[in-house]
Every structure is written in C-alpha cells, then in structure tokens.
C-alpha cells in the first residue's frame, strides 16, 4: 500500500543565489578596514558565476576552493579525460564589486611541476592586460604560499593557466572588498507554449520516398508539438560544391512553406560540414575500405580554427539559407549561389528565391563541444567564439557581403551551437572571445553575436555530462542536475551574457527499457529481476510523467524555451542512448508524452510561471493576466501519495492528465474553510486558483 503523507502550507520564494565563502574555515565575518564601505577577508566567491575553467569540464572547480576533507596534500583535479593539456581558470569580480590589496594563499599538495601554474592578473581599466603575479611550481610540499598583489589596484580578474596537472591543494584569495547582493535581473517569462517544442530531421517529415511532405507525419508534428520545430540540415549536403546550395534536399521549400502556414517556427539547424571541408578530414576504415567523417566538425581539418576564415564556408551556407527563407527582400540576385545540378534525369532543380518570409530561427550548428570524438571534434569556447561571429554577421562583416545570418536577414532569431556540456564555462570563453574581437557598442554593452543562448542536457544517474560512460538509466528530472544546471545557464546570461533568453534545445528519455538513458523508476527497477521486464506502457507513461515534470522544473529555474529530443524514434528497436527518444509512435499517434505536453499546452499555453510555493510536494503558480494556475506533484521515482492544503475561496476545479486524450480530465475540488485538500503524486495536477 502507499504511503500516504499529508503536508502543510509552505511557502518558499526563488531567489538569487548569493556569493558564498570560499572554504569551512574561512566563514568568519571579514573585518571593516577603516576606508569606508570596505571589508577584509576570504572573498565570498560565488562559483556557479564568477569561477569558470576553459577546458572540456562539467561543472564549477569547487575542490579548490572547498577542498574535501581536512587533507591538503591532494592537488585539485580540474577533471577526467580533460582534452587540453594547457588548463586555464578565470576568477572574474564583479563590476559593482571593488577588490583589492588582494593576497592569494595556496596550499601546496602532492608533486612538483615543471612548467608550472602561472598566475596572471588583471587590473581595472587596463583593456584586459595580464600581469604575471606568480607562478605556482609545488616546491613547498603541505606548506602555503603567501602572494601578495600590488596594493591600492582594484582588479577585474584573475587566470590561472597551466598544465592541467599543475594544481594546488586549495586557493584563497583575501582582500579589501565592497560587500554587495546580488540582484535579480528583471527579464519577462515565456510562455508554457514554448517549452512544447521538438526536434526533427527532414525525413521525419516526408513521404517514405521522399517525393513529398507527408500530410500525416507534418499534421501529427504540428498539432502536438507549440514551441520551435528545431530540424537539422546536413551542411555536405546542403553545399554539396563549394559556393552552391542544395535547396530541393529533403523538400525544403515545401517544409518551410508548410511550417510557415500551420503557425510554427520552424529551428534550422546545421550539422556537420560541407563537402569540400569533410574531403580534408582523415577517412573512417571499416571493413577494408575508406568512408568520408560524416561527422566531421564545420571546418577544414587543416585549417587554422583561431581565424575566422577558417569558418567562412558554414558563414555562407547560413546567408544563403537566411536569405531564401527569411524577411528581407531587398537580397542582391548576384548573391544568391543555387545549386543547379539535377538529381536525376528530368528531375526539377530550386530556382533561386529570396525573402520567402518562412523561417525566423536559426542555430549555428550542433554540438561543437563533442569531446567523446576527441580533439579533433572538440572546439573550445574561444573557437566557438569565432565560429559563431562568422556565422552570425560575418564577423561583422570582415568575410565579406555574402557571409552571415543577419547580413541576409536581420529579423532573423540567432541561437548559438547547442552545447553538449550544460555548464556556461563555454559561454565565458565565448564572451572574452568578442571582448577581443567584435568589442563593444556604443551604449557600452558588449556586441554578443547571438539572441538566444542554447544547451543541451539529458537526467541520467551518470550525472550531468553526455557520453560519459556511467549512465545506466534516466533519472526524475527532480533528482538530477538539470536545475543547478538552469540556474548556472540564467545567472550566466543575467550577469555576462547581455540578459539574453536561455533555451533547452535537447533533452528526454528513451523509452527501450535496456537504453542507458530509459525513464524507469528506481520503484520499477526493485519491483522487476530484469529491465526487459518492466511492461512497455509503464516505462511509456514513466518518459511523459518525467517530460512534464522536466518543463515544469527547468521553467521555474528561467529557462525560456524546451525543444524535445525528438519527434519520432531514431531507431527505437535498438537498446542505445537516443534512439528510443521518440514522443510519436512510427504510426503517427501520441505517446503519454506527447499526449501530456499537449493537454497541458492547451490547458495553460499562454501561462507563465510565476513562484513556487514549496519545493517537496513541487507547488507552482503559473499565471496569465489575473489567471492564476497551481500545479502540483511529488519529485519521487515511485508510487508515493500524499495531500497539499491549498488556500482556495470557491469551490476548485483540479485538472489531472490522461492518456490518449488531446485534453485532461476536469473533475470537482471541494474545499473548507477555505483550504482545498489537494491529492499529490508522482503526476502533476492542476488547479485555477481564485482570483487575488
């Protein structure tokens, strides 16, 4: 039988996370120094937003500064199967808080180095000088250092950059500072709608011969799914020759027209490299004869990845896709390059065509990040830097008239590649990127090449990195990291990312229950000898519970916008990560998943989230105008029950979900004295609150 646990009114607001001190022994309050408005002591370094490492890392380098244990002889580890030897970590301050009189304290570990660990510094007003301060060798073993920094000099930063192996024990860094809170950034909430989007490729939409879209196929996208529909275009397909462009690939035309028409926005994505530039990658071997990468990264292999040039030809294909189906119609004709060559015979080629008026939305590319390929896959945040400036405008035009997104269409919504790590660090590298090399407007404010900022991110039990080998199944979206992750990404764009929107463009479960990423819960996992066992609709209705729970978690965190990894299975027979990620059966009908998204899309799309009121049961307010909405749940992996008093002056409605229908379940809420006993469970339940 199930528990039954029954909870009282709780109230807790969201707040914004404030720096906090550095270590355990260091949480004495500081100490006025006389000059007014300033204190001494271990700086309360906030490290989800001031501390980031440029390398290929999965979260903040906490055992630095918050060393485990009371053994200082072990050096910190930046992380495992790290692909650059040379490791750098920047400390940024806060322009409204001044640093000074800073000395640094490092305790020294196990081991010397040779190269050693150089620290720089970066003083205010210096246009991003660094200044070496020391240069950290592990000469003195299970001793500190003392490094004192030229007084009376507020700074901007510090980078500590060297081989990766050449760590300390533990940092401090002790000085003069203003103290100050954190505030919230004022930024408007998306709507529901947008956290219903999906993920498709081009086949996905298509008669099974590609002749033409498939009414069934798009019809059953477009009515489920609110939110971009993000799709993927080959880039060796799309250019196929250098300078030319591949329109009659997968109907394209028919797609974006189609997509236009029905009301949804349509995400074109690129993945790969153009044909030329995936000729110069080494080939694959396999069975004895030689095949193209076909995921070879948007560059030449040989060319050199910190100059723009070397991301020229993605820059053009993008134009070119801009200006098709963009909003500018003022296109020179010379501009437009078309690929002209026949498929077959007789077949019809694509006319060039400008200023269509079928596409907003446009991502740089997919995953630049991918350190499961190996370095040569991998681009490090500075190089996606370049990538995305070229891209975005051309890298403000110095590759020429043709290059560039908003050179064609300037309307256009610009997202940068989505990141496979769900940590800003790539972000930072990316933003000292522009400092160098697009620099600053003129009302101050840095020209950030992008307008929305966007990650990927799967709940697993193998923590929060993508191909790490540790997963065995998916978790609740509650008992993962994705919303640390969400709040890291928010106070990212609030603090250094221009306050742009965040969006999800990748997350979801597998439903094969032997997938290392299936939603199976632990209560299934104990109730059943073997996985294979646990009935298909259980792990089904498991993967729509966890989808909307996921919406309802990363929304509260500010995230802006969901695209579900994906539409239809890649190939759901098959018991590997992704390929069972589908929320539409091969037959065109819903799955739970998509049935829930879509009931709670109708019943609230236009709802925006608004507080929550008690984190264990899950209690959210969501609110349209004077609507208001509670949804309520238990973030458990198992039958557990319990009730919520909910203040409630009229007699309530409560929602609940149910599958295979296109709306939920509407049914009485009594109350008294005011309070409505509100059943909670594992599914979400919805309830219109009484106007304020």
């Not at 797609?255 to 080494?282: C, K, N, S, Y």
């Not at 390929?579 to 899309?601: E, H, I, K, V, Y």
């Amino acid at each position: 039988m199930s528990r039954i646990l029954v909870f009282g009114l709780l109230f807790v607001a969201l707040g914004c996370s404030s720096p906090s001190a550095q270590s355990a022994d260091a949480a004495a309050p500081p100490v006025p120094t006389g000059e007014p408005g300033y204190v001494r002591g271990v700086l309360p370094l906030d490290l989800n937003t001031m501390v980031y490492q440029q390398n290929n890392v999965n979260g903040p380098p906490t055992e630095l500064f918050f060393p485990t244990g009371s053994d200082l002889t072990k050096t910190f580890n930046p992380g495992h199967g790290l692909l650059t030897d040379e490791h750098a970590i920047v400390i940024d301050f806060p322009p409204q808080w001044e640093a000074k009189n800073l000395t640094l304290r490092i305790y020294d570990g196990s081991g010397e180095f040779s190269p050693g660990q150089r620290y720089y510094a970066v003083a205010r007003g210096t246009n991003g000088a660094e200044q070496l301060v020391h240069t950290f060798t592990g000469s003195r073993y299970n001793e500190s250092a003392t490094v004192d920094l030229p007084p009376n000099t507020v700074y901007e930063r510090l980078v500590l950059r060297g081989p990766k192996n050449a760590q300390p024990a533990k940092l401090e860094i002790i000085g003069d500072y203003r103290p100050f809170k954190p505030t919230a950034v004022p930024r408007p909430r998306a709507p529901l709608a947008d956290f219903t989007g999906t993920n498709a490729f081009p086949w996905n939409f298509n008669k099974a011969d590609g002749s033409g879209l498939s009414d069934e196929k798009f019809g059953a996208i477009s009515r489920t799914f609110g939110g971009v529909l993000r799709m993927y275009v080959e880039l060796e397909k799309f250019v196929p020759a250098a300078g030319q462009h591949q329109f009659q690939y997968w109907n394209l035309d028919q797609l974006a027209q189609r997509a236009r028409a029905d009301g949804r926005e349509l995400l074109i994505t690129f993945v790969h490299a153009t044909r030329a530039e995936m000729e110069t990658w080494p080939k694959n071997t396999y069975q004895g004869k030689e095949y193209p990468d076909t995921d070879a990264s948007p560059y030449a292999f040989t060319a050199d990845l910190m100059q723009e040039a070397a991301y020229k030809p993605s820059g053009e294909a993008a134009y070119q896709m801009a200006a098709r189906y963009g909003f500018n119609a003022r296109i020179p004709d010379a501009s437009l390059k078309v690929y002209t060559v026949p498929a077959y015979p007789n077949a019809p080629v694509a006319l060039p065509r400008k200023g269509l008026g079928y596409v907003r939305y446009y991502e740089a590319h997919n995953e630049l990040d991918k350190d499961w390929k190996g370095l040569s896959h991998y681009m490090s945040g500075w190089k996606m830097g370049l990538h995305q400036s070229v891209i975005y405008d051309g890298a403000q035009g110095r590759m020429g008239p043709g290059c560039g997104i908003k050179t064609a269409d300037p309307s256009a919504v610009v997202l940068n590649a989505g990141l496979a790590k769900a940590t800003p660090d790539a972000f930072r590298g990316m933003v000292d990127c522009w400092k160098k090399t697009r620099g600053y407007k003129a009302d101050g404010r840095l020209d950030i090449p992008l307008d929305q900022w966007n990650y990927h991110q799967y709940a697993s039990d193998g923590g929060s990195a993508q191909h790490g080998g540790q997963q065995t199944r998916g978790i609740a979206p509650e008992n993962s990291h994705l919303g640390a992750a969400a709040r890291r990404m928010v106070a990212f764009s609030a603090l250094y990312g221009g306050g742009k929107p965040v969006v999800l463009t990748e997350t979801g479960y597998d439903v094969h229950p032997l997938s290392p990423l299936a939603a199976i819960r632990a209560a299934d996992v104990a109730a059943y000898p073997k996985r294979e066992l646990i009935p298909a609709v259980r792990i089904q209705r498991t993967q729509g519970l966890w989808t909307l729970r996921t919406l309802l978690e990363v929304a509260a965190h500010g995230i802006d916008g969901i695209a579900w990894y994906q539409a239809f299975d890649d190939n759901g027979a098959l018991p590997y990560v992704y390929q069972s990620c589908g929320l539409l059966n091969p037959d065109n009908t819903r799955r739970p998943a998509a049935d829930f998204l879509l009931q709670t899309r109708t019943l609230m799309g236009k709802y925006t989230f608004r507080e929550r009121r008690s984190e264990n049961p899950r209690v959210d307010i969501w609110e349209n105008g004077t609507a208001r909405m509670a949804v309520l749940w238990l973030p458990v992996e198992s039958d557990q029950v319990g009730a919520y008093s909910l203040p409630l002056k009229t007699k309530g409605i409560l929602y609940t979900l149910v599958i295979g229908a296109a709306r939920m379940a509407e049914g009485k809420l009594p109350t008294k004295n005011g309070v409505a006993v509100v059943p909670v469970s594992e599914t979400p339940v919805f309830v219109p609150l009484s106007a304020d």
